[in-house]
């Protein structure tokens, strides 16, 4: 049987890229607000700005019931004690859930729900899913010492909401303890 081609899509795992995806790359300098201590965020940026994530997506359409998808890497490292992370997100469709997919490396999914402000720390384990119902606000760290690779699939409504979450902030946020990685209220949340 003959694939049609454009239904069909191969991906690099290693460097984490769809065929004829769209790349966004984002670096330290991109996630200016979201780490607690904004000293030794200053002081790591001054070293240097590096790749924190980026992610290959595809849009295949935009009509009710489409798809979109991606592949996301996120690399291990820390500002002071508090973990790489994405930016985070609600959906501008609050009522758009999605579908992790992990594929390498150690990490979490933070979950805070916008009205009841209910709050999980998702382990996020190669070989595992994690299922990110609508209304909640949602950002993946990076626990371990590898990049963490998963792909996302969610509704082509869905869109992406990141002023809220600039203008409120997460309230918890993922930081090293000698027994490992714990979620903790931030400090800074008004
Ligand atoms: C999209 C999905 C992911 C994120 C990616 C980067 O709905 O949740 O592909 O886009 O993890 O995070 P962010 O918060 O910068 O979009
Ligand atoms: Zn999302």
Same mark, same amino acid.
């Given at each position: 049987?003959?694939?049609?081609?454009?239904?069909?899509?191969?991906?690099?795992?290693?460097?984490?890229?769809?065929?004829?995806? +769209?790349?966004?790359?984002?670096?330290?300098?991109?996630?200016?607000?979201?780490?607690?201590?904004?000293?030794?965020?200053?002081?790591?940026?001054?070293?240097?700005?590096?790749?924190?994530?980026?992610?290959?997506?595809?849009?295949?359409?935009?009509?009710?019931?489409?798809?979109?998808?991606?592949? !996301?890497?996120?690399?291990?490292?820390?500002?002071?004690?508090? &973990?790489?992370? #994405?930016?985070?997100?609600?959906?501008?469709?609050?009522?758009?859930?999605? %579908?992790?997919?992990?594929?390498?490396?150690?990490?979490?999914?933070?979950?805070?729900?916008? +009205?009841?402000?209910?709050?999980?720390?998702?382990?996020?384990?190669?070989?595992?899913?994690?299922? %990110?119902?609508?209304?909640?606000?949602?950002? #993946?760290?990076?626990? !371990?010492?590898?990049?963490?690779? &998963?792909?996302?699939?969610?509704?082509?409504?869905? !869109?992406?909401?990141? +002023?809220?979450?600039?203008?409120?902030?997460?309230?918890?946020?993922?930081?090293?303890? #000698?027994?490992?990685?714990?979620?903790?209220?931030?400090?800074?949340?008004?």
């Amino acid at each position: 049987m003959k694939h049609l081609p454009e239904l069909h899509s191969q991906f690099d795992l290693s460097e984490a890229r769809i065929d004829r995806g +769209q790349l966004v790359e984002r670096r330290l300098s991109d996630l200016a607000g979201c780490f607690e201590d904004e000293d030794s965020f200053a002081k790591s940026l001054a070293k240097g700005n590096p790749l924190i994530y980026q992610v290959s997506s595809q849009e295949p359409g935009n009509g009710l019931g489409d798809m979109h998808f991606g592949i !996301g890497m996120l690399m291990p490292g820390r500002i002071g004690d508090e &973990y790489y992370l #994405t930016k985070g997100h609600l959906h501008e469709s609050r009522e758009a859930a999605e %579908v992790y997919i992990c594929l390498s490396g150690t990490g979490a999914m933070l979950l805070e729900h916008e +009205q009841t402000g209910d709050v999980q720390l998702v382990p996020m384990t190669s070989h595992s899913f994690v299922y %990110v119902p609508g209304y909640t606000a949602h950002r #993946t760290v990076n626990t !371990g010492i590898e990049p963490l690779r &998963y792909i996302g699939v969610y509704p082509a409504n869905a !869109g992406h909401d990141y +002023q809220t979450i600039a203008k409120r902030g997460f309230r918890h946020r993922v930081v090293a303890t #000698t027994d490992g990685p714990q979620l903790l209220l931030r400090e800074s949340h008004s």
